[in-house]
């Protein structure tokens, strides 16, 4: 495809039945429009809103790496949300997060603003925060201390800027509130994930998994928003597979695969929508370019455009208001003031054991395939690493799993005919995972009692996966462990007798449920929910399920619900799992699949038995809706922000060197330059640290576009996949530090003069807080 990376969408253009199409879907709008409202039973609200957190310093969360410190943008990160009402009735709120995943004190925290706010409409009940399981966003803002060990414990920014962004995306969605109707589609998608623990899945029963043509999910599960006026105005989908086409030594904040599938998804319908009906797509072919019509084509030829562009040397760094770089975005350009903004999210779902790495895990050394019991490299398991299909550029990778996604999306977001419809409901308790008794199946007839354990994680979560190896001599598999790291585990907390025959065969690295000190180290109490919008039925679940295992939950809650004897839920339901959601609480497996004790199984915290608890409290859930019954709330999860200790230093000034100003050029483009596309286009200047002013909503980066003579309208920002904002200082601790931005130039960019700019915040000593621009020389794009 080569490097439209902000891109196109190819349109029918038949000449000789334009005419007449265009007629005939301004006829069926209008059609479809009345019937649309007749048959709409819900009010329809959708949002979306920046939740990009700090940008440097910061470690990122999802690889537990160290060394994985934020320094700048690949693109942003937003919350989704959509809230789904009877006009007089139930409501549920969904919101997906390009995150790691949700957060229990987020969510409190979240949940308390909107309590304030509009009493009780929107509550631990029926709103879902889930995350996306992007490893490339900022971390800290977890409550439980293992989760922010690797961040230097709790970052007050991060938390805020989730906190904001979800509040606000709930508000817009709210007040975005509208009669409309709503669809589903689903459909298979087969080269977006492969099963990256296949010896685990391999050990559950010959007769489960015959039942099944993958050892992987391939169905995505898409609705499809129609506002009654308007039309469509968003879609949320569902599919399986990890957040990790970005790879653990990657430094950009980026919402990885589903952030940028989703990206692709919003681009496509603006794009759409503002050059033809939705009715005239034909085949989507390549990626939507942002900003295919906002921007004139400059005619002229080549030597006038030089000519043109060497009127406009680079712009000293002078100060601005922060209002500048929200105006300046290029998303600006496609509000629609009188209608609804278009709103795509990419949601995960049972992604445990899926791997966006699609050509399997080699070792780095040899070549050759890793171990397959092990995922080791003549016994090391660092040197095992997965390969994405972009290999060895992982942002190809990230574009071309994003890309997948989002066609499929299309697609089904195309062809999505069968309306939803039903009563909104849902069920939400809390539920003590560290010592619940479980009713089991025994083996040959009847039933037995079993318990679940105090969280606990093995020593093959310390092996990491092919996605994101550990260190040390660790493996995936070992059911052993060793003399030396028991040693050192028990320096923090040795497990006892108890919880050692609870938690077998997993041999215990870390005891974190039982460790307390300076606070909780993992969660027990969690919660669990169910939201239901006709015949589709939403899992709320904290964790990770792999894929056998949430296959396990999905028929457990569809026999429950379909055996019920009511009209709400037939053999016709679409049960979907929401990771990652409310909370986080690392994975489940089945039982099988634990014995093994690769890495999803010795980070099934509660024991072997945590699925079974999880099925036996989901189907209790499942038996509520079917009678109507209310559920008790269960145990309260503690509220830990004001036990938050965080060792990230702050930042303390900005610097320029003598004689340089914030904006100041370092690097520029040479003069007279002209590039073609697919050429990249560097730039750099003297800049300051990005925590100062998250320029939320904003951009920290802008590719301009000449219009006429002396109008420079924004083209590419920090939002863009194929624009990169990179930011460095020259030793760790120093107060200078330098912006650069990398362009690519899509294939699809109209020819003209362009210019490079950047946004940035700047600290004095004594606190305060100044804005500054600059800008490159122009240069041309022919």
């Known amino acids: 495809m ?7 969408v190819e349109f029918w253009r038949s000449t000789g ?9 301004l006829l069926l709008s209008q059609v479809n429009g009345k019937g649309a409202a007749e048959a709409s039973n819900y009010l329809v609200g959708l949002g979306s809103y920046d939740i990009t957190g700090p940008a440097a310093d910061v470690n990122m969360m999802g690889y537990a790496n160290t060394e994985q410190i934020a320094s700048g943008i690949h693109f942003r990160l937003r919350a989704r949300t959509f809230i789904v009402a009877e006009p007089q009735g139930r409501r549920v709120a969904f919101v997906n997060l390009d995150a790691c995943m949700a957060s229990q004190v987020v969510t409190i925290k979240v949940l308390e603003r909107l309590k304030a706010r509009y009493g009780n409409l929107y509550t631990e009940q029926n709103v879902a925060i889930s995350g996306i399981h992007t490893h490339a966003g900022p971390g800290g803002y977890l409550q439980y201390v293992v989760y922010i060990v ?101 430094s950009l904040i980026s919402g990885d695969n589903k952030g940028a599938a989703a990206r692709f998804m919003e681009d496509w319908f603006d794009q759409k929508s503002t050059e033809m009906s939705n009715f005239n797509i034909s085949k989507v072919r390549e990626l939507p370019r942002r900003v295919s019509n906002i921007i004139p084509t400059v005619h002229g030829k080549h030597h006038e455009l030089l000519e043109l562009a060497a009127s406009f040397q680079s712009s000293p760094g002078k100060p601005v208001t922060r209002l500048m770089s929200v105006a300046r975005r290029v998303r600006s350009a496609f509000r629609l003031a009188d209608r609804p903004r278009f709103v795509s999210a990419f949601c995960q779902t049972n992604c445990g054991d899926v791997s966006p790495n699609v050509l399997g895990a080699f070792c780095i050394d040899t070549g050759l395939p890793c171990d397959f019991n092990h995922s080791t490299c003549g016994g090391k398991n660092e040197l095992c690493y997965g390969r994405g299909p972009g290999y060895p550029d992982e942002f190809e990778s990230t574009r071309i799993i994003g890309e997948r996604q989002f066609k499929k999306a299309v697609e089904l977001f195309n062809k999505a005919t069968e309306q939803v419809k039903g009563k909104v409901d849902f069920r939400h308790t809390y539920v003590d995972f560290s010592n619940l008794e479980v ?42 462990g060793n003399v030396f790291w028991r040693l050192v585990r028990n320096l923090l907390k040795k497990p006892g007798s108890e919880q050692i025959k609870c938690q077998h065969p997993k041999p215990i690295l870390l005891d974190t449920g039982e460790m307390k000190e300076p606070y909780d180290w993992a969660p027990s109490i969690l919660p669990v929910q169910i939201l239901t919008i006709g015949q589709l039925v939403i899992l709320s679940v904290p964790g990770e399920f792999s894929t056998m295992a949430g ?29 990652l959601t409310n ?90 330059s002209a590039f073609k596309r697919g050429d990249l286009v560097t730039v750099s200047f003297w800049s300051a640290c990005p925590r100062n002013d998250l320029m939320t909503e904003g951009t920290f980066a802008l590719v301009e576009i000449l219009q006429g003579k002396d109008t420079w309208v924004p083209a590419y920002d920090d939002d863009d996949f194929c624009l990169r904002f990179i930011w460095s200082r020259p030793a760790k601790l120093s107060t200078r530090s330098k912006a650069t931005i990398e362009w690519r130039i899509p294939d699809l960019a109209a020819s003209g003069v362009y210019r490079i700019r950047h946004f940035g915040a700047a600290k004095a000593l004594l606190g305060s807080v100044k804005h500054f621009t600059g800008s490159s020389s122009a240069f041309v794009v022919a």
């Not at 039933?447 to 190896?469: H, L, V, Y």
């Not at 060197?657 to 690097?667: A, E, R």
């Open 551 to 579: 296959r396990r939950l999905r028929d457990a809650v569809k026999m429950v619900l379909t055996s019920g004897g009511t009209k709400e839920f037939d053999s016709n339901i679409h049960v979907v799992i929401a990771g």
């Open 583 to 672: 909370t986080y609480s690392q994975y489940i497996t089945t039982f099988e699949e634990y014995q093994i004790q690769r890495y999803e199984g010795a980070s099934t915290l509660y024991g072997p038995y945590t699925l079974s608890a999880y099925i036996q409290q989901f189907k209790t859930l499942a038996a509520a809706l079917i009678t109507g019954q209310t559920l008790q709330a269960g145990p309260q999860p503690p509220n830990l922000l004001g036990k938050q200790i965080g060792l990230l230093p702050p930042v303390v000034m900005d610097a320029t060197p003598l004689g340089s100003k914030f904006g100041d050029l370092i690097t520029d483009v040479p003069q007279s």
């Open 150 to 250: 690797t961040s230097l414990g709790f970052v007050r920014q991060s938390f805020d800027a989730l906190v904001d962004g979800i509040e606000q995306s709930i508000i817009q969605a709210h007040e975005n509130l509208r009669p409309g109707s709503i669809f589903v589609n689903k459909g298979e998608l087969l080269d977006a994930g492969v099963n990256r623990s296949p010896s685990a899945y391999l050990n559950n029963p010959a007769g489960e998994r015959s039942k099944y043509k993958y050892d992987v999910d391939k169905e995505m599960t898409l609705l499809k928003f129609v506002d009654d006026e308007w039309g469509p105005v968003g879609s949320f989908n569902w599919f399986a597979t990890h957040g990790t086409s970005m790879s653990r030594t990657n």
């Open 17 to 25: 039945g334009m005419i007449w199409l265009a007629l005939l879907v």
């Open 2 to 8: 080569g490097v439209s990376d902000c891109l196109k």
């Open 439 to 480: 009713t089991i199946p025994k083996e040959g007839a009847g039933i037995e009692t079993a318990k679940t354990c105090p969280a606990a994680m093995g020593f093959a979560f310390a092996a990491g996966t092919t996605d994101g190896p550990g260190a040390f001599d660790f493996q995936q598999g070992d059911d052993k």
